[in-house]
């Protein structure tokens, strides 16, 4: 398996405009998590979805957040607007209750907001 | 208070040496326990999981378990300069399907 595939690995914008971050989790796993990390406040989860449903949004920092899942294969977590204090890298990790819950996670995407 | 707890360090071990990374729990409730090991500018990567109170052995790695103490700990056995890097406690209670992150350790092995 190629394992949890995130794009883009680096994303540069502006203040104000939108972010649109893309996972692709294992295949097979029900669970996704979206995880954001930096250095003061450590890996902080945003949202996890089970069998494509949010279960708990109650990390996302505040409405101009939002994330979805349409498919098991594809979620995208979405910025509008963006501000400085959201550069972080953000993760996406997946899990099944079949493989005891341990969450593989994606290499990341490097947002830096100017 | 924190739910899962590390010392942020850096601990510092001699290479060869035994290092030991600890992680303290608040919720006696919590079921599984996992070791992920974080290179600088890289994601989170799984090294074990214990269940069961006592230790597990994989390789160079031992995870301990404590439920009593709600303690569970990392040993590294012959460290080497490859295992520097920062190493994160998760915990998973049984009321949900997250995982409880502590803050890390920053573990540096000095040849």
């Known amino acids: 398996d190629a394992g949890v595939i995130q794009s883009p690995r680096h994303e540069v914008t502006e203040m104000g405009q939108e972010v649109t971050l893309r996972c692709k989790p294992i295949?097979?796993?029900?669970?996704l998590f979206w995880y954001r990390q930096t250095m003061m406040r450590g890996l902080e989860l945003l949202i996890y979805f089970n069998n494509n449903v949010p279960i708990d949004d109650s990390g996302m920092p505040e409405d101009r957040f939002s994330a979805k899942m349409p498919n098991a294969s594809f979620s995208t977590l979405k910025i509008q607007p963006s501000e400085p204090r959201d550069s972080a890298v953000y993760f996406c990790?997946?899990?099944?209750?079949?493989?005891?819950?341990?969450?593989?996670f994606g290499p990341g995407t490097r947002l830096t907001v100017t | 208070q924190k739910e899962v707890e590390q010392n942020s360090g850096p601990l510092s071990v001699p290479e060869g040496a035994i290092a030991s990374l600890n992680c303290t729990y608040s919720?006696?409730?919590?079921?599984?326990f996992f070791w992920y090991r974080q290179y600088s500018g890289k994601s989170p990567e799984l090294i074990m999981f214990?269940?069961s109170n006592g230790d597990k052995e994989d390789g160079r790695f031992t995870a301990q378990l404590n439920k009593a103490s709600q303690y569970v700990s990392l040993l590294i056995r012959d460290s080497q300069p490859s295992d520097s890097a920062t190493y994160l406690c998760?915990?998973?209670?049984?009321?949900?399907?997250?995982?409880?992150w502590g803050a890390g350790t920053k573990l540096i092995i000095k040849p």
């Open positions: 295949s097979g796993h029900d669970y």
């Open positions: 919720d006696r409730g919590s079921q599984s």
């Open positions: 990790a997946s899990s099944s209750k079949a493989f005891s819950y341990e969450q593989y």
């Open positions: 214990i269940y």
């Open positions: 998760a915990v998973r209670t049984p009321s949900n399907y997250q995982l409880i």
